[in-house]
């Protein structure tokens, strides 16, 4: 026996994928810079067959990836060493409706639960511009955030119960406790934001909201952030996003998108909103929701200038000014494209120009952030991009705990070696 022959045991023929035409999809990420050859893509159909497997994997030795969307903007979702096993969670899609909240399979993506809820009059609170790809696994496995986390909170706010598959096939499961744990420690707690290190989520219990009436969304242009930042109202905000003057630009030259403000502003605010927000009469603005095109269409517009280096990270809102002013110099000689969830002091810092393995500008960048009181891997996660940069925000004695609780649950080191945990 083998374990290709085990895993075509399990969850039959055509959902091993071990041609290499067939596997591509699945061993490069979304930016291109983190690729691997697996040595097979096995699509398990349900939680049963999500334990099979690992247990094959772990009698043959075989270390697992797990990959929902692939949209990870880290490195964590593709193999990067020889004999790695891609685990698509691709069939996990059960959808089932509670009381105010879901139970979403692993593999179900963000648009089909938005459409779901909305379907019965609610909305889910978590919102970002790969939804249509990034599914429920994946966003739990980074604790997403995205454009709604100043009304919601991240993904981690939204999670009322997990469905997990430990590295030795057992499982652990509240989701028949929707009531919540009893006291002591949220175990399950433990596999938010945890990027498949600890264990694969097989389903989640997601809470929805009310689903809002129709906003205001309103495009302006400000001299600099901290004029954006006073134009965010303390309540009603749904949605306060950051982006350039140049990166609009870039947007508007590769979609065909139509210039909205009447100049290339250093800072631009898109800003949704329960009510018509204050702005002053001579504010350059646009009152459209459909500028929201605008900001989700930069990542698209920036993969077109090459390889992209894309830095997550957080700033203490006090410090965002700073951190803006100094970054042409820790970037130079290249470029970065900037845009983020200013309420939150969010920023996707887009450096093009290093080589894809040129890690120079990126540690630069990140020490800067780490200096200023800021966040590192503020929602996308370690990843491999930034495990090793993990000291930076994190103490020894953290970093030695979390190695001693992938120890505990994942003795082999079986599931994403290289991810999360340095
Ligand atoms: C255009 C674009 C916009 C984006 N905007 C945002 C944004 O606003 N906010 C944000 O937070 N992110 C954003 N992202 C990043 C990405 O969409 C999120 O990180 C998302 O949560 C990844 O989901 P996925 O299903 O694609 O996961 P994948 O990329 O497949 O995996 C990501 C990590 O989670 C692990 N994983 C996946 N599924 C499971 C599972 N079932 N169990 C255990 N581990 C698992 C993987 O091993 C990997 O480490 C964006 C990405 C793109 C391409």
Not at 66 to 73: D, I, P, S, V
Not at 313 to 318: M, Q, S, Y
Not at 390 to 414: F, Y
Request: glycine share 12%; aromatic share 4%.
């Amino acid at each position: 026996m083998t374990l290709e022959r085990e895993l075509v045991d399990i969850v039959g023929r055509d959902q091993v994928l071990t041609d290499p035409g067939l596997r591509a999809p699945y061993e490069s990420d979304w930016t291109r810079r983190w690729s691997g050859s697996a040595r097979a893509v096995v699509r398990p159909a349900d939680t049963g067959q999500v334990a099979a497997v690992l247990r094959s994997c772990a009698t043959y030795g075989a270390p697992v990836v797990t990959q929902g969307g692939n949209t990870g903007l880290v490195g964590g979702s593709v193999p990067r060493c020889t004999g790695q096993v891609v685990l698509s969670t691709a069939r996990l899609q059960r959808l089932q409706s509670g009381d105010h909240a879901v139970v979403a399979g692993a593999g179900v993506t963000i648009g089909r639960l938005q459409v779901h809820a909305r379907a019965i009059g609610l909305a889910y609170g978590v919102d970002l511009a790969s939804r249509d790809t990034a599914t429920v696994g994946g966003t739990v496995a980074t604790d997403a955030g995205g454009i709604r986390v100043v009304r919601y909170g991240r993904t981690r706010a939204q999670v009322r119960g997990l469905e997990v598959v430990l590295a030795d096939g057992s499982l652990l499961s509240d989701l028949e406790r929707p009531g919540g744990a009893d006291a002591g420690p949220d175990l399950l707690g433990l596999f938010v934001g945890s990027e498949g290190a600890f264990g694969v989520v097989t389903a989640a219990r997601l809470r929805l909201v009310p689903r809002p009436p129709p906003g205001t969304t309103v495009l302006v242009g400000c001299p600099d952030v901290d004029a954006a930042r006073a134009l965010v109202p303390a309540d009603g905000v749904r949605a306060a996003e950051l982006m350039t003057g140049d990166g609009i630009d870039l947007v508007c030259r590769t979609t065909g998108l139509r210039r909205p403000l009447r100049r290339t502003w250093p800072v631009v605010l898109l800003l949704e909103t329960d009510q018509v927000p204050d702005l002053p009469d001579d504010a350059d603005a646009v009152v459209d929701a459909r500028v929201w095109e605008l900001r989700e269409r930069h990542t698209e517009a920036i993969a077109t200038l090459g390889v992209v280096h894309k830095l997550d990270v957080a700033l203490p809102l006090h410090q965002l000014a700073t951190f803006l002013a100094d970054l042409p110099a820790l970037v130079a000689p290249h470029r970065a494209v900037l845009f983020g969830h200013l309420a939150v002091g969010g920023l996707h810092v887009n450096v093009v120009g290093p080589a894809a393995g040129d890690e120079t500008v990126d540690r630069a960048v990140l020490e800067r952030v780490a200096a200023l009181g800021g966040s590192i891997a503020a929602e996308h996660g370690f990843g491999i991009a930034k495990s090793g940069l993990m000291h930076l925000v994190r103490s020894r004695e953290e970093i030695d705990l979390l190695r001693r609780v992938k120890h505990a649950l994942d003795p082999a080191g079986q599931l994403n070696p290289g991810v999360l945990v340095p």
